[in-house]
């Protein structure tokens, strides 16, 4: 089972610095940090230095708030099809 993170911090939008919280699984806290970068800098268009982590922390399936994470967490075979 992937293990869960909850990464927060800070992104620089319109000129102010605006707070965020992200659940993501993933395999270890590196791989989460590139995913979160990258989204970040997808959806809102910001180049890395405008991105500050303050804490990655792993935390149990319990604790999940994001309801797609929870559905993520739920699927026991996943079958792809083509």
């Known amino acids: 089972m992937p293990k869960v ?14 707070k965020f919280t ?6 270890c806290k590196e791989h989460v940090l590139e ?3 990258s989204v970040l800098g ?3 268009k910001l180049k890395r230095f405008e991105i500050r982590i303050h804490k990655v ?12 994470v929870k559905e993520l967490l ?3 075979t996943l079958y792809v099809t083509r």
């Open 57 to 68: 922390e792993e935390i149990s399936p319990e604790e999940v708030k994001n309801r797609y």
């Open 5 to 18: 993170f909850r990464i927060t911090g800070e992104m620089r939008i319109g000129g102010e610095w605006k």
């Open 22 to 27: 992200i659940e993501w699984p993933g395999l």
């Open 35 to 37: 995913r979160v970068y």
């Open 42 to 44: 997808s959806r809102y």
């Open 74 to 76: 739920e699927i026991d």
